[in-house]
């Protein structure tokens, strides 16, 4: 029997990231994915204009899945919705399944106020149910109120945030950071590991991030330790960028066509 996992995030309708991402990815790792949304994203003279589902629509949603679905893990993306957090803490607390958290702060047309209360409920009240936290570089400064550099800061950042929201953490680097290496560095509150790749120099990463999540995600659901779940999906990610597709108006999506062969569990 196949083994079900859940995404709660935002829909990106050009589908680089977003539950259409996660989605993709479950495929590939042939697990079956369901999802609950939390805000629709679309593009607007170049700027995404995010729209937010109500909490009582994404209760229901959550509601359906728990009384008709065994889950065998949960990977979690763009809420948005301060009020949402609290209805996703009250499902996460019924559940007993592996959790990955990637906290997507998009929050162009909010105030530094509202910013900073969800920052702090979504460090207070869902990191600690979950496995693992996947912010990328700057959600990582966002989250620590530290400046990133280079790894060294990183490690720091890495340590404040595994210190306040009481969960493992990986930052995803990614090639923001100067150097020749992409690097993604993982912390759960003893230990250190850092895992490069040379940078790509392609315009196929939308979506790298949310595919990097949820195919950790993905191998902790099929029973791969924290360090394996994220060596293996470093990889993957890296592969779809590779094969990444360019859409019309010249951004570019990560993907990886290849869903007939699976992986090896």
């Known amino acids: 029997m196949a083994k079900t996992i859940l995404t709660i995030a935002g829909s990106d309708t050009l ?6 991402a996660d989605l993709k990815t479950f495929e590939h790792y042939q697990l079956f994915g369901l999802t609950a949304i939390t805000c629709i994203a679309v593009v607007e003279d170049n700027e995404f204009i995010i729209q937010d589902l109500s909490p009582d629509l994404l209760a229901q949603q959550l509601q359906t899945i728990q009384s008709g679905v065994d889950l065998s ?3 979690i993306g763009l809420i948005h919705n301060s009020e949402s957090i609290q209805i996703i803490k ?6 007993d399944v592996s959790i990955v958290l990637d906290p997507v702060l998009a929050f162009k047309e909010t105030t530094e106020v509202y910013q900073s209360q969800y920052r702090e409920l979504l460090m207070r009240e869902l990191f600690p149910l979950a496995d693992l936290v996947t912010p990328n570089l700057k959600e ?3 989250l620590s109120q530290m ?23 990986v930052i995803k680097g990614g090639q923001r950071l100067i150097g020749e290496q992409a690097i993604d560095l993982y912390y759960d509150g003893k230990q250190f590991e850092v895992f490069r790749k040379p940078k790509l120099e392609a315009k196929t990463i939308n979506g790298a991030g949310c595919t990097f999540a949820s195919a950790i995600a ?9 360090l394996e ?3 293996k999906s470093k990889k993957y990610v890296y592969q779809a960028i590779q094969h990444g597709i360019i859409l019309k108006n010249g951004e570019g999506n990560v993907w990886y066509p290849d869903t007939t062969s699976g992986v090896t569990p």
Do not use: C, R, W, Y
């Open 73 to 75: 893990g949960i990977k």
């Open 229 to 231: 779940a994220i060596e």
């Open 90 to 95: 009250d499902f996460l607390a019924q559940q």
């Open 218 to 226: 993905s191998n902790l659901v099929l029973g791969k330790s924290p």
């Open 140 to 142: 990582a400064e966002l």
């Open 147 to 169: 400046e990133i550099t280079d790894e060294s800061s990183m490690k720091k950042a890495a340590q404040i945030i595994h210190q306040e929201g009481q969960t493992s953490v």
């Open 15 to 20: 589908a680089g990231g977003g539950l259409q």
